[in-house]
Protein backbone atom coordinates (compact mmCIF):
# COMPACT_ATOMS: atom_id res chain seq x y z
CA UNK A 1 0.00 0.00 0.00
CA UNK A 2 1.66 3.16 -1.13
CA UNK A 3 -0.61 5.38 1.68
CA UNK A 4 -2.11 7.86 -0.78
CA UNK A 5 -5.82 8.14 -0.03
CA UNK A 6 -6.95 8.90 -3.64
CA UNK A 7 -9.94 7.20 -4.80
CA UNK A 8 -8.84 4.46 -7.89
CA UNK A 9 -11.32 4.81 -10.75
CA UNK A 10 -11.89 1.73 -12.95
CA UNK A 11 -10.86 1.90 -16.08
CA UNK A 12 -14.40 1.60 -17.85
CA UNK A 13 -15.63 4.64 -15.61
CA UNK A 14 -17.13 7.28 -17.60
CA UNK A 15 -15.00 10.54 -18.40
CA UNK A 16 -15.33 14.01 -15.92
CA UNK A 17 -18.44 16.02 -17.54
CA UNK A 18 -19.11 13.46 -20.28
CA UNK A 19 -23.16 12.97 -20.54
CA UNK A 20 -25.51 10.29 -22.10
CA UNK A 21 -28.60 11.07 -24.21
CA UNK A 22 -32.38 9.54 -23.07
CA UNK A 23 -35.43 9.67 -24.69
CA UNK A 24 -38.04 10.50 -21.93
CA UNK A 25 -41.79 8.94 -22.64
CA UNK A 26 -44.00 10.79 -20.31
CA UNK A 27 -47.55 9.29 -19.84
CA UNK A 28 -50.93 10.35 -18.35
CA UNK A 29 -50.68 13.29 -15.47
CA UNK A 30 -47.23 13.15 -15.80
CA UNK A 31 -47.04 14.12 -19.59
CA UNK A 32 -50.20 16.82 -18.59
CA UNK A 33 -47.85 18.43 -16.24
CA UNK A 34 -44.77 18.61 -18.31
CA UNK A 35 -47.49 19.56 -21.39
CA UNK A 36 -45.63 17.05 -23.65
CA UNK A 37 -45.48 12.85 -23.81
CA UNK A 38 -41.91 13.24 -25.56
CA UNK A 39 -38.60 14.68 -24.60
CA UNK A 40 -35.06 14.27 -25.40
CA UNK A 41 -32.53 15.32 -22.21
CA UNK A 42 -28.79 14.74 -21.40
CA UNK A 43 -27.74 13.65 -18.53
CA UNK A 44 -23.94 13.53 -17.03
CA UNK A 45 -22.75 9.67 -17.12
CA UNK A 46 -24.29 7.58 -14.46
CA UNK A 47 -27.36 9.07 -14.04
CA UNK A 48 -30.17 6.77 -12.91
CA UNK A 49 -33.55 6.69 -13.92
CA UNK A 50 -34.69 8.86 -10.46
CA UNK A 51 -32.02 11.43 -11.67
CA UNK A 52 -33.12 12.45 -15.00
CA UNK A 53 -36.83 12.23 -13.90
CA UNK A 54 -35.47 15.00 -11.03
CA UNK A 55 -33.88 16.85 -13.43
CA UNK A 56 -36.88 16.94 -15.21
CA UNK A 57 -38.79 17.93 -12.06
CA UNK A 58 -36.25 20.73 -11.82
CA UNK A 59 -37.27 22.02 -15.20
CA UNK A 60 -41.27 21.55 -14.81
CA UNK A 61 -42.02 22.38 -11.29
CA UNK A 62 -45.46 20.58 -11.21
CA UNK A 63 -43.34 17.52 -11.39
CA UNK A 64 -41.60 18.39 -8.34
CA UNK A 65 -42.53 16.03 -5.48
CA UNK A 66 -43.42 13.24 -7.77
CA UNK A 67 -40.07 10.88 -7.98
CA UNK A 68 -41.30 8.37 -5.23
CA UNK A 69 -44.67 8.26 -6.81
CA UNK A 70 -44.17 7.15 -10.82
CA UNK A 71 -42.50 3.79 -12.04
CA UNK A 72 -39.57 3.83 -14.48
CA UNK A 73 -39.40 1.48 -17.84
CA UNK A 74 -36.33 1.51 -19.41
CA UNK A 75 -36.24 0.51 -23.11
CA UNK A 76 -39.68 -1.42 -22.30
CA UNK A 77 -38.69 -3.37 -18.70
CA UNK A 78 -39.64 -2.24 -15.71
CA UNK A 79 -36.39 -0.91 -13.74
CA UNK A 80 -36.26 0.19 -10.37
CA UNK A 81 -35.43 4.35 -9.63
CA UNK A 82 -32.02 3.62 -8.58
CA UNK A 83 -30.83 1.75 -12.29
CA UNK A 84 -28.47 3.71 -13.98
CA UNK A 85 -29.06 4.87 -17.56
CA UNK A 86 -26.77 4.35 -20.56
CA UNK A 87 -26.31 7.01 -23.89
CA UNK A 88 -29.27 6.49 -25.49
CA UNK A 89 -31.89 4.53 -23.39
CA UNK A 90 -35.37 5.32 -23.80
CA UNK A 91 -37.11 5.86 -20.62
CA UNK A 92 -41.14 6.01 -19.91
CA UNK A 93 -42.32 7.57 -16.57
CA UNK A 94 -45.55 6.21 -15.98
CA UNK A 95 -47.52 7.87 -12.96
CA UNK A 96 -49.69 5.61 -10.53
CA UNK A 97 -52.76 4.35 -12.34
CA UNK A 98 -56.19 2.92 -11.10
CA UNK A 99 -59.57 2.63 -12.75
CA UNK A 100 -62.13 -0.06 -13.92
CA UNK A 101 -65.70 0.11 -12.13
Do not use: C, K, Y
Not at 6 to 28: H, K, T
Request: charged share 20%; proline share 8%.
Amino acid sequence: MNGSTAPQVAADAPEAGASIRVSLLLFASVAEAAGERRREVRAPSGSTARGVFEQLAAHVPALAGRADHVSFARNQQFVPPDTVLQDGDELAVIPPVSGGA
